[in-house]
Nanobody
Framework: QVQLVESGGGLVQPGGSLRLSCAAS????????MGWYRQAPGKQRELVAAITSGGSTNYADSVKGRFTISRDNAKNTVYLQMNVLKPEDSAVYYC????WGIGFWGQGTQVTVSS
């Protein structure tokens, strides 16, 4: 099993920034892609950004140029730097890790963008 623990969510004003962290533990050998998803009330969970163990990244169109995903393989941690936040970015953000085709999820962290 892989355990994922997210941190860094909270309340921020529009235009502000937050940095999310996700630390992986347990059977981490074999983890390839890690990523962030989000789910707003009444909406489906969607991919925000993902990064492979080699550093290749993928972003949702809605966050390109504002969010940056990064990864510290030595610390088994993935980060999501979120800048120029908008109210529509408000959601529960979930960390995901893919280990040999099996996906693992964190418990989620709430991000609220509001004045």
């Amino acid at each position: 099993q892989v355990q994922l623990v997210e941190s860094g969510g909270g309340l921020v004003q529009p235009g502000g920034s937050l940095r999310l962290s996700c630390a992986a533990s347990g059977r981490i050998f074999g983890i390839n892609a890690m990523g962030w998803y989000r789910q707003a009330p009444g909406k489906q969970r969607e991919l925000v950004a993902a990064i492979t163990s080699g550093g290749s990244t993928n972003y949702a169109d809605s966050v390109k140029g504002r969010f940056t995903i990064s990864r510290d393989n030595a610390k088994n941690t993935v980060y999501l730097q979120m800048n120029v936040l908008k109210p529509e970015d408000s959601a529960v953000y979930y960390c995901n890790a893919d280990r040999w085709g099996i996906g693992f999820w964190g418990q989620g962290t709430q991000v609220t963008v509001s004045s």
